[in-house]
């Protein structure tokens, strides 16, 4: 008879059967016993957050960065409530989340008991699954299919809702391993067919103006995938753009690399993206961002998409070779078909590609990134420009805030490895950049760690620096201050007769003696001629920074694509701005 | 029309409305409605009828029936989408108008009346397999089970006969011949 064990236990028997070093949390009555059981697991860390928010972007952070599942421990009602953006966050982005959540005792529930909430009610529709446990029995099967679950298929955030009774009753528990058969959650169990790869060899061959189009399924498939996206490119010889989630997965200074695309993605990507004879996307959505107009989008294309999602195929963009699979498994076996009959293709297909590659290379002469410097006055984009040639030598992980800072940072930072580039892109959650430089660094310790951070978002969740403080994670949070949230004030000039309603931000905190007061850091840089001394005096210092760039105040981020235009519609600068519509400003 | 310069998509162009009853068996647990009923909901996909019961006691599967409309291409969404849900087992999709597949709703009517008057109910129900459940000298309370068109129908020629209240099911669904749901 094997021994029974409590909820608490059996939590904590199944986190370290699943190898999980850390888990952020914070805890509160209802999660109290298996709070009291931590100390009898040392192999596992406890990283103390400051908001649950806090703590699911950190776990965020670590699973982006490190590639396993992020845990997450929180406790009943305002617990969980608190926890539902970083799950929404995890949930379009893929990240595999695994949060544990107190529940009021099983008598209780449905009561409105003091701090209760409908937890699986209000997570439903934000993670891939969620359980309440009723029986402590049930416990171990469903914290093992969790895991599965979360890490399996499209990556995603779980949840699992422990009543308090339940953690303190005893059980029994059993490592339950892949217990979940189903083809479209597991791993996709499709195999990939001769006559697909064939298909897809051949939609190669008869092309003159290919490109391939990446995102965030290469990152999710491993390490592995990049590798073959890489060789696959050079194989090839084809150009490749790249979405915000998949920065990193191809080099960012390769000369066939054409930048990211999108609204504000580059000018060469997106018209290539709008001229090509054929679009490979491979682990990417169809984005709204990256579409535009859904009727005039790449209108002469032949499309192969990749995913391993088979709903997220044919739900914007209609194409012509769907293929669900891994991305590094349809790499490998592409890979290897392509070789056997294709020795010398990137030679023998130089010709025909070669008129493609010319018109590519008068896209790239309006140099679409660029922007007017100014040596008085630092320029967001030159900042950045600035971190990056001072980080480039080492192994640099970037996160980021959202807005204007972003679109920067993604446009002029280079990533050359897949896994260092961390961003909120399907939610858009301000205050995502900071917690989740914390889960960075706890996953990469030695490593430089940066949060490319705005003023307005890095306040959204500013508290985490006091868990960065304690566990003394020596994060750099980068601010371009323009005292405006940017992105907004750009539409309201943009779009709304420069009405900038409520985005400037009056009463500031001074961040230099917030630092401080942290017991942190404080770095300020107001003009271009001391930010490299500035910057490299942030990247000497071992403890947490918080660095205030005070920059150009109207600066917009271009170039942009007005929505409801093709790739081939773009802003390239002010000089181009047109007259306001007033369908504009209804949809905006 | 002048062009829009929003940062969000215009809608593009809308294809040909179907109407699809689709068939899912799940697992009979906690939430499972609410999570099938919450995708449609939060997707913004349409429910016209909806009809579950548990149909293996042994494993604890349930059978949903969901009548719905949509284009083509939403209603491949919602067969994908239903698929990923760690619940379901498996989907099955059939376009309203299918010859091989047989569609059933259940109606009850209740008439107040005279005798006479229920004699003509009766008589109007007649093709669709009426069942008188009770009977008083004044009311009828009669079961039919036909198509939900037929279904309306009724309902509407019982009005001036005296029905005070309809109850109904959504439909549900059932191949022909030998052949099962894969």
Same mark, same amino acid.
């Given at each position: ?11 904590f ?5 699943? +190898?999980?070093?850390? &888990? ?20 596992? @860390? ?5 908001? #649950?928010?806090?703590a699911?972007?950190?776990?965020e ?24 953006t970083?799950?929404?966050?995890a949930?379009?982005?893929? /990240?595999p989340? $695994? ?16 701090? #209760?909430?409908?937890?699986?009610? /209000?997570?439903?529709p ?15 099967r /469903?914290l093992?299919?969790?895991? #599965? ?8 955030? =779980?949840? $699992? ?10 059980? @029994? ?13 597991? @791993? ?10 064939d298909?897809? &060899? ?20 491993g ?9 696959? =490119? ?14 990193g ?29 054929l679009m ?13 107009? $859904?009727d ?5 294309? %032949? ?7 088979p ?10 070779l ?16 392509? @070789?056997?009959?294709?020795k ?5 297909? +130089?010709?025909?590609?070669s +008129? ?5 290379g008068?896209?790239?002469? %309006?140099?679409?990134?660029?922007f ?13 420009q ?48 900071l ?14 760690? =940066? ?6 978002s ?18 750099k949070i ?9 992105m ?6 943009l ?7 409520e985005s400037y931000?009056a ?17 300020r ?7 490299d ?17 005070v ?7 271009f ?5 409801? %235009?093709?790739?081939?519609?773009? &802003? ?10 007033? #369908? ?5 | ?32 409605l ?10 913004g ?16 599967i349930s059978?949903i ?8 291409q ?26 091989d ?19 003509k ?33 009724l309902a ?5 006969l ?11 669904a ?9």
């Open positions: 008879m094997p021994k029974l064990l409590s909820g608490a236990e059996i939590v028997k199944a986190l370290e059967d699943q +190898k999980v070093e850390y &888990i952020f949390g914070y805890p509160g009555g209802a999660v109290l016993p298996i709070y009291d059981e931590l100390k009898n697991h040392k192999s596992i @860390k406890h990283i103390l957050a400051r908001h #649950e928010q806090g699911g972007h950190s776990a952070g670590y699973a982006r960065s490190s590639g396993k599942p992020g845990v997450l421990l929180v406790t009943s009602g305002p617990g969980a409530t608190n926890a539902v970083a799950l929404t966050d949930y379009m982005d893929s /990240i989340l $695994v949060c544990i959540s107190g529940q009021v005792p099983t008598h209780l529930i449905g009561t409105d008991a003091f701090q #209760e909430c409908d937890t699986t009610g /209000i997570t439903r934000c993670t891939k699954h969620n359980w309440l446990v009723k029986d402590v029995n049930d416990l171990s /469903i093992h299919l969790a895991f #599965e679950v979360a890490t399996t298929g499209r990556p995603g955030p =779980v949840l $699992v809702d422990i009543p308090k009774d339940i953690q303190f009753k005893k059980g @029994k528990y059993k490592f339950f391993k892949n217990t979940l058969k189903k083809k479209l959650n597991g @791993k996709a169990t499709h195999k990939i067919s001769n006559s697909e790869l298909k897809f &060899i051949d939609l190669i061959k008869k092309s003159s103006k290919p490109i391939f189009y990446t995102g965030g399924g290469v990152i999710n498939s390490p592995e995938a990049s590798k073959y996206l890489r060789e696959l =490119v050079s194989l090839t010889g084809f150009p490749i753009t790249s979405t915000l989630q998949g920065l997965a191809y080099p960012g200074d390769d000369p066939q690399f054409l930048g990211m695309l999108g609204m504000h993605g580059t000018y060469e990507a997106n018209n290539a993206m709008h001229d090509c004879d490979i996307n491979i682990g990417a959505r169809f984005d709204d961002r990256i579409t535009g107009k $859904v005039e989008f790449s209108p002469g294309s %032949k499309k192969i998409h990749v995913d391993i999602d709903s997220s195929i044919g739900k914007n963009i209609k194409v012509d769907a293929i669900v699979s891994d991305v590094t498994t349809l790499l490998k076996s592409l890979i290897k078909r392509f @070789k056997e009959k294709n010398n293709f990137v030679n023998s297909n +130089k010709q025909k590609t +008129k493609w590659w010319e018109q590519i008068k896209w790239r002469e %309006k140099r679409s990134l660029n007017i410097n100014s040596d008085k006055i630092i320029k967001p984009q030159h900042a950045v600035r971190l990056y040639e001072l980080t480039k030598n080492q192994d640099t992980f970037i996160t980021t805030e959202v807005g204007q800072h972003q679109m920067w940072a993604a446009q002029h930072y280079k990533f050359n490895k897949p896994n260092r580039w961390m961003t909120s892109g399907g939610l858009g959650t301000m205050g995502y950049g917690p989740a430089a914390i889960g960075v660094q706890i996953a990469n310790p030695g490593k430089l760690v =940066v949060d490319i951070a705005g003023e307005a890095v306040l959204m969740t500013m508290q985490e620096m006091s868990t960065a403080v304690q566990y003394r994670l020596p994060i980068f601010i371009l201050n323009n005292e405006y949230m940017g907004v004030r750009q539409w309201q000039e779009l709304h007769e420069k009405n900038y309603s931000t009463a500031l905190p001074d961040f230099v003696k917030l630092a401080e007061s942290y017991g942190c850091i404080g770095i840089a107001k003009t271009p001629n001391e930010l001394e500035k910057i490299n005096e942030m990247i000497s210092v071992d403890k947490p920074v918080i660095f205030d760039c920059v150009d105040k109207a600066e917009n981020c170039p942009m694509i007005p929505s409801g %235009k093709p790739h081939n519609q773009m &802003i390239l600068g002010p000089e181009e701005e047109e007259e306001i519509s007033d #369908e504009g400003k209804v949809l905006v | 029309m002048a062009k829009s310069k929003s940062a969000y998509s215009v809608p593009g162009k809308i294809g040909k409305i179907e109407r699809h009853i689709i068939v899912v068996w799940v697992d009979n647990e906690a939430g499972v609410a999570r099938i009923a919450g995708l449609f909901s939060g997707r996909y349409n429910i016209e009828s909806l009809a579950v019961a548990e149909v293996d006691k042994k494993k604890h059978r029936t969901i009548v719905t409309e949509g284009t083509p939403v209603i491949e969404q919602i067969n994908l989408q239903l698929k990923k849900l760690v619940p379901v087992h498996k989907v099955a999709d059939f376009k309203r108008g299918e010859k597949i047989l569609f059933r709703e259940l109606a009850m009517f209740k008439v107040l009346g005279n005798s006479k008057k229920i004699e109910v009766k008589k109007i129900c007649k093709k669709f397999n009426p069942v008188i459940l009770d009977k008083t000298n004044k009311s009828v309370v009669i079961q039919v089970t036909a198509l939900r068109a037929e279904i309306d129908k509407l020629d019982l009005k001036s005296g029905l005070i209240s309809t109850s109904r099911t959504g439909a549900v059932m191949t022909k011949g030998s052949r099962i749901f894969n």
